[in-house]
C-alpha cells in the first residue's frame, strides 16, 4: 500500500545480470536448480516490474533458496508457508509482483491447504514449483510426487503411497494459469516464466527438475534429446496434440477417453486430434492432459494447460477498499470512537 | 400511582435463560442503556460453547450479568442481587450465585412438567418452597408476550422470541431505565422487517407498563451515575477495544492495518470487527489456518505494514513457528492471544490464564519476545495501542494477551482524545548509502526496509544471520552474537515501560501482585480489605516480558507477595525462579474469573488474623 511505486513501465533495461545477487550459489553441483535461476534471471528483463518492486518468497527445502541468489527483495521463509507469506506481501502492497519458489514438499505436502486456497482464491502469486519428487535437504525421503514403489532411505521396501498429480491439483483448485515446464529446456522455461508474469491471478508452474544426488534421472525419458520426442507433448494454444519424432503421432479424444493416433497409418490425420484451448473455463479438457501423466505409455504434457482470467483476490480486496472509501468516506478517529452511543460526564 | 423510587449504590443483575432466548442481547441492551444515564458498569457474559444446546436442558443455559454502581467499579459484581429466569434449568444453574435474599423474576409459563424435568427438578421449585429465602415474582412472561401480540400476523414461534423483551421492559421500569435507546435500537436492526419491530417494541413497552401497573411490584429502584472523571464515555468490550486500538495506531502510525486471522471463540470479534472498517484501509485476511494467518502478518509486515494476527490457545500453539520466523527476522508484529480454558479444545467459552508460559516459552530455540498483558475490557484499547507501538518501535514481535472475561465482559471506556494518544515513530529506511539489513540502533534496533524501496532490495529469512550484513551465516560465535543481540533488544523495551506502581505503602507485610484480568477483582478486594482497617499493598504487572526495572526492589520491600492467578501458578513460578523468593499462590481454574470475596478471604488468610500494619 506504499504508493510511491510504479509497475507500468520498467524504464531501466535490465540484464540478466542485474537480478543476480552475487552471492555463491550453494546447490550440488549439476543440480537442476541452477537452470531455473539460470532462465528466471534471463526472463526476469521482461516481467514488467522494476526490481526493488519484485519479492521472491519460499519456503524450506533446496528449492526454497531460490530468492537469496535474486537481487530482489527476497523473503525466505518457513517450511510450508511460502504461499501464506507470499499472501501477506501481495495484499499488504498489491502493487508489487510476489513470486514463489518452492519445491513439491514445500508446496504439496506441508504446505498443500495453502497452495490450494491460494489457488483457490486466485491472487496474483506467481508460483514456480520445482518437483524433482524427492526430499533432497533433508537426504533424500519420498515426496508427495515420487511415483508408487519408490525405494528410498524412508521406504526401503518400496512406498505405498499415491503421488499427487500436481497439475490437476493446481487445477481442480481453481489456478488460472496452470504450466509445466523442464529444467532442461531453458527456452521453453523462459518463454513460460515471461508469460506466467504477465498474468493476473495464481500462476503455477511445475518445473521438472532434476536432483543429481537423490533421485538423479528422474525426467531423463523426458528431457533428453533421444527420448523427448516420443515423451512429451508440447501444448500449443489452438495447435492440436502432436508428438512424436517425426510428429506422427497424436492424441485424439473418443468421448472422453484419450487415445493416441498414428497420423501416419492412413486411417488418421492432424485434423482427428484434439485441439488445445488453454482459455478454456471448463476445465474437463486440463483434466484429460493432465492425467497423461498417470497413464502408462502417454506422453507427458509439457507447456501451457491454463490460462484464462477471472477476477483476482487482491484486485477485488483493493476495489472493495477503494469503493467502500468513496461510500462511507475515509475513515477518521472521531468517526471510529464515537460511532456508538456515548454519553458526557460534566 | 407513581410507585416510590429506592436509591441503591451498586446493583448485579443476571439475565438468565436457554442459549436460543437472547439472554446476551438482553443484557448487552440493558448494559448500553446503564451505561449512557452514566452509571459505571462492568459486564460478563456466560454461556456454553455450543450455539444451540437442547432448549431446556442444564447445558444449555446462557447468561450474561451487569453490575451498575453510581460509584467506581472494576468488575462484574460476585453475586446477583436480581436473577431474571427464562425457564427452570436457568434457575437451577443460577440459583447457587445469588445473594441471600436476592430478588428472583421468573417465567412461570416455563415451569412445566417437560422443562422441570428436563432441569432435573423432581417437584416445581415455585411450589415446593425451596425459594424461600428470597424474593421470588413470577411473571407469566410467555402468556403475555404472546398476548400483547394478539392481533399481529406473526407465528407462534416469533412471538414467543419477543419475550426477552418483555422482561427487559421489566427490568427498564425496575431500575427506573429509559427504554427509548432500546426502541431505536430496534428501529435500526429491524428495519427491513416491519412485523418483527413493532412487536419487539411492542413487547418491550408493555413488559415496563406491567411493572408500572400491576401490584407485584411494589418498589422501584434507581442507580445514580457515577461520579467518573469528565470525558465522554462509550461502552466497550475487550475485543471491540482490540480492534478500535489498532485501528486507532493505523491513523496515529499512517500505516495500513493488516489482519490475517483465523476464526477462533473468544478471538473471533477481533476478526469480525477489524472487517468493518475498510474505509480506513483495513485488510482483514480471514486465512484458510492459524499459520496462514500468522504467516501472512509476516508477509505483511515484511512488506511495511501494521501487521497483526489474532488467536486463542489452540492458536497461540500453531504460530510458535511463525512467531520464531518475526523473532528471526526482526519485524514488527503483534500476536493477539485472547487466552480461554486450555488444554486443547478445552472450555472454549470460558476464561483463564494459562497460556502465559507458552506465551514466554512457547517456541523452540532462544527465541524472546515482548509480553503485555491487558487488564480490563476498555484497557484493551491502551494495551494494544502499547504492544504495536513496542513493536512498530522495536522491530520486534509482541504478544497481547487477553483472555475470555476481557474479551466478552464490558465497562465504559473514557474517550481519549487523538492527540493526547502516544506517538509512534515509525521511519521506512530509504537511504542507500550503508544500508544493510541488521544494521542497529542505539537499542538495537534493526532498520525496516521496505519492499519496493529502489536499491535497497535485500533477502532474509529464518536462517541464523550474519550480524550487521544479514547474510546465512552458520558461524558459531556469530549465532551466539545474534542470540544475545535478540535477548538484549527484547531487555532494552525495559527504557520505555514505566516503572511497576505499588498501590498502598511501598513497604510492608503483605504485596499482592496481579496481571491481566484478575485486576478488578483484585482492586476491589484491596478497597474492602482496606475499608475492614488492612494494610496491604498491590501492585499490578502489565509487562510480563521484560518486566519493569524496579519489579526485583519492589519484591523486597514486602514480608509477603502473594499472587493470585487463573492457572496453577504460572507467573510466581517466574518470580521464584528469577527472583529466588518466596512466593504466597492463589490459583483459581474454574473456567470463571475470581469474585472479590475470594481475593479478600485470601488477603485475610494470608494475615493470619493480624492487620498487616
Known sequence: MANNINTVETEVKYTAKDFSSGIDVKWCPGCGDYSILAQVQRSSPDFGAKKEDIVWVSGIGCSSRFPYYMNTYGFHGIHGRAAAIATGVKLANPKLQVWVATGDGDMLSIGGNHFIHACRKNIDLKIVMFNNRIYGLTKGQYSPTSEKGKVTKSSPYGTVDWPFNAIKLATGSGATFVARSMDRDPKHLQEILSRAAKHKGVTFIEVLQNCPIFNDGAFFNLTEKETRADNVVYLEHAKPLVFGEKQNKGIKLDGLNPIIIDLEDGKHSVNDCLVHDETDDNPTRIFLMARFTDIPGYPTPVGVFRNYSKQTYDGDYVQQIEGLKQKMGVGTYDALMFSENTWEVK | MAKPIQILEDVTVRFAGDSGDGMQLTGSQFTDTTAMVGTDIGTLPDFPAEIRAPAGSLAGVSGFQIHFSSSDIQTPGDSPDVLVAMNPAALKVNLKDLKPNATIIVNTNSFDAKNLKLAQYDTNPLEDGSLAGYNV??????????????????SPKEKDKCKNFFALGIMYWMYNRPIEMTLAWLESKFKKKPDILEANQRVLK?????????????????VQPAKLPKGIYRNISGNEAVALGFVTVSLRSKLPLFLGSYPITPASEILQELSKYKNYGVVTFQAEDEIAGIASAVGAAFTGALAITSTSGPGLSLKAEAMGLAIMTELPLVVIDVQRGGPSTGLPTKTEQADLFQALYGRHGEAPLVVIAASSPADCF??????????????????????????FGSEPLKIPKFEELPEINVKFRTEIEGFYPYLRDENLVRPWAIPGTPGLEHRIGGLEKKDVFG???YDPQNHEIMINNRQKKVINVQKVIPDLAVNGNETGELLVLSWGSTYGA?????KLARKEG???????????????????????????VMIPELNLGQ???IIKGIYLREIIQFNKVQGQPFKVAEVLNKIKEVLGGNNGK
Not at chain 2, 398 to 404: A, F, Q, Y
Not at chain 2, 522 to 526: D, G, H, L
Not at chain 2, 534 to 560: D, I, Q, W
Open chain 2, 137 to 154: 415474582i413470577p411473571v407469566e412472561l410467555t402468556k403475555l408476550t404472546t398476548t400483547a401480540l394478539d392481533e399481529l400476523n406473526l
Open chain 2, 471 to 473: 547474510n546465512i551465516s
Open chain 2, 206 to 222: 408493555a413488559g415496563f407498563n406491567y411493572g408500572e401497573t400491576t401490584e407485584i411490584f411494589t418498589t422501584r429502584y434507581d
Open chain 2, 571 to 573: 507467573l510466581a513460578t
Open chain 2, 382 to 407: 491502551f494495551a494494544s495501542i502499547e504492544a504495536a507501538k513496542i513493536a512498530l518501535e522495536f522491530m520486534v514481535p509482541v504478544i497481547l494477551l487477553t483472555d475470555g472475561y476481557l474479551a
Open chain 2, 522 to 526: 483484585v482492586i476491589e478486594a484491596i
Open chain 2, 534 to 560: 488492612l494494610e496491604v499493598s498491590h501492585a499490578h504487572l502489565r509487562y510480563m516480558n521484560p518486566f519493569p526495572k524496579n519489579l526485583e526492589g519492589v519484591l523486597k520491600s514486602f514480608n509477603k
